[in-house]
């Protein structure tokens, strides 16, 4: 009886299952298969065990281009996280110029990337940028951003923070109209200043909101790509590429198929291994203060 | 220590919701703000708090005008319907946050704590976050951390609303005992009678914008200023029948439109004019099976055995409701004819303007 109930469940859940293991669990398992063969485009490919890795292990490009990846999620995420932040503290009210300023801040996550490295690269450039033209105003050198190996980097950051700042700004809006109004005026009346207020009453409460928003925008930013290529295709001499502008390279560019998939599968236990140490650290964070 | 409002004002954008409120709080008084809901008693504690501001008005604490100064400054302290708990910190915490703010020293913060846990009874639950406690106990804290502020005026927004019955009544008789034990004046906001009655050493009754009566709670529900506090305090509510004023002699007597003649006791040369009265009853005034003079006949059309008494709903030969009473073993059904009693001495006279009038002597 119980046996047949159970078959039963299955069949309903079939249709699900069987997509999910065409579209994620094969192509995961593939690609692993593949990180260890020599593969191109043409033939079956050849069994070389370990030997991709191996190779990832002593190739100065690629670990160049993980270097570049966790800086850039360095400068991003701290500091995206911090605007979101504050933008949704600024425009948590219900005035009719604050949902103006929300839908303005949020318009640019619904921009593709192609567009907003255009707008970028217009803001970047040196010469006829936006940014070189106020810095001629103030009668300094304009910088050149896109050129040069140390400011092409903080460039891409910009960029992205521009880019991403609109959904964590909603998540952090949506976590401040559920604290409610008269935890702070209990804060009132008890003579919390507005840091105490914000350090003691609303940071707390906001605590899941920012460990979703640094989880999400860590695991998105090591996987940065399209700003990369399409500003600076990873120049100069390398400074910019990050490691799936190398994958892209390698597979679609050399058509190194098994050595790209073998630096996917780093990129995949590192990226990993971060969000977990991540949720590890916060948890036991939370669970030292006690907090459910 | 006293409180004075002096002509407070407030409206929100279009809406007035305080018209010229003045009171004075005496120290280690405990008044009740009572009034329905929108009756504007909340904005009023929330303007003596500081977290509203009025449109004009003074507030005064101790000599010192308060109506500028920000909630923390006030010397006041509140206990909110909801309690306000900061849930990331511990009991412990949430009673010391608002004394560290105010550079409270250590050793002393810890004492009042101490204090404060030893007479609520929360000294177990310290080191516990509000999420791990129950209704009442959160009640018990949330009063805790007003109390530690050994503030000149406490201010207790709908303190009891949130529990149940029996807690209720239990938080109530142990509300009434603190209130012997702190050297500061309280006022509560509440929308329960029986809660303002049983706390307040006097009662603030509002409706409307403004202040209907202020009085002892006996005097607001024997002496009741107008026909809003009349059938707002006491439960069930009074009975008002339109009446006529027969004889003018020593006591005014009133026909009301049954035909049924009420001698009251109250002296006719108190009545600002004879025309357009109303006659006021309470259940306890209305006897059923009672032969005296002033007897009437009603239809009973719903019975509410309470236990210790039973209350009838009637309605008089000319369709006039009536709220009578009986003993709590009446036979009473619904359908019954019964003869009424109306005790004239316990009547009250109202006004064409609302106005109430008593007895000579209360």
Do not use: C
Not at chain 1, 67 to 79: A, S
Not at chain 2, 334 to 342: E, M
Request: no cysteine; proline share 4%; net charge neutral.
């Amino acid at each position: 009886m119980t046996s047949e109930r159970d078959w039963r469940g299955l069949l309903f859940v079939a249709p699900f299952l069987l997509l999910y293991s065409l579209i994620l669990i094969f192509p995961l398992l593939r690609g692993m298969w593949l990180s260890l063969n020599q593969v191109d485009l043409f033939g079956n490919g050849q069994f070389v065990g370990l030997g991709n890795y191996a190779r990832l292990l002593d190739d100065p490009v690629f670990g160049t281009s993980l270097v570049n990846t966790f800086e850039v999620t360095l400068m991003i995420v701290p500091p995206l996280t911090i605007i979101a932040l504050a933008l949704a503290m600024a425009l948590n009210r219900a005035s009719r110029s604050a949902a103006i300023f929300r839908g303005i801040f949020f318009s640019s996550a619904v921009l593709s990337v192609t567009i907003v490295t255009l707008i970028w690269r217009f803001m970047l450039a040196p010469d006829a940028g936006f940014l070189g033209f106020v810095a001629k105003a103030f009668g300094a050198v304009p910088l050149a951003f896109l050129s040069d190996e140390h400011l092409v980097l903080p460039a891409l950051a910009i960029t992205t923070i521009w880019w991403s700042v609109g959904f964590p700004m909603l998540l952090f809006l949506a976590g401040l109209q559920q604290i409610p109004e008269d935890m702070y005026e209990a804060a009132a009346l008890d003579n919390a200043g507005r840091w105490t207020t914000f350090a003691r009453i609303t940071l707390p409460s906001l605590r899941r909101t920012v460990v979703l928003v640094v989880m999400l925008q860590t695991a998105a930013q090591l996987q940065l790509f399209g700003q990369s290529q399409l500003l600076t295709a990873g120049g100069p001499s390398g400074a910019s590429r990050t490691a799936v502008l190398f994958l892209f390279e390698t597979a679609f560019g050399r058509w190194e198929l098994g050595y790209a998939s073998a630096a996917a599968e780093v990129l995949f236990l590192l990226i990993l291994a971060v969000t977990i140490s991540q949720y590890w650290l916060t948890g036991r964070a939370t669970g030292a203060q006690g907090g459910r | 220590m006293t409180l004075e409002l002096k002509s407070i004002r407030k409206a929100f954008g279009a809406t007035p919701v305080l018209d010229d409120v003045s009171l004075t709080v005496q120290s280690r008084e405990f008044v009740a703000f009572l009034g329905p809901s929108g009756s504007g008693k909340s904005t009023l504690l929330r303007i003596i708090a500081g977290l509203e501001t009025a449109d004009a008005g003074e507030v005064i604490l101790d000599g010192r005008r308060i109506d500028k100064l920000a909630p923390g400054d006030r010397g006041v302290a509140m206990v909110f319907q909801h309690y306000a708990l900061y849930p990331h910190m511990t009991v412990r915490e949430n009673m010391a946050f608002g004394l560290r703010n105010a550079r409270v020293a250590k050793d002393e913060i810890d004492r009042r704590i101490g204090d404060a846990a030893r007479v609520l009874e929360i000294e177990p639950l310290l080191d516990r976050k509000p999420a791990e406690m129950s209704g009442g106990q959160r009640q018990r804290v949330a009063l805790g951390r007003a109390l530690v502020k050994e503030p000149a005026l406490f201010l207790l927004d709908e303190p009891l609303s949130n529990l149940d019955a029996a807690l209720r009544l239990r938080t109530r008789v142990e509300l009434a005992q603190l209130k012997q034990r702190v050297d500061a004046a309280v006022i509560m906001v509440t929308h329960d009678q029986a809660e303002a009655m049983t706390l307040a050493d006097r009662i603030v009754v509002m409706n409307d914008r403004k202040i209907q009566q202020v009085g002892l709670p006996l005097e607001i529900y024997s002496r009741p200023a107008n026909t809003f506090v009349a059938q707002f305090v006491g439960s069930p509510a009074m009975t008002l029948v339109p009446a006529q004023m027969v004889d003018g002699g020593e006591h005014a007597t009133l026909k009301i439109g049954d035909g049924t003649v009420v001698q009251t006791a109250i002296r006719p040369d108190q009545l600002p004019q004879w025309a357009n009265l109303r006659l006021g009853l309470r259940p306890e005034a209305v006897r059923v099976g009672g032969r005296g003079k002033a007897a009437t006949k009603g239809k009973v059309e719903l019975v509410e055995r309470l236990g210790e008494r039973t209350l009838v709903y009637a309605r008089l030969r000319d369709g006039q409701p009536i709220t009578a009473e009986d003993q709590g073993d009446s036979g009473v059904k619904i359908g019954d004819d019964v003869s009424l009693k109306i005790d004239g001495a316990a009547a009250h006279v109202f006004d064409s303007d609302g106005a109430g009038y008593h007895k000579a002597d209360a």
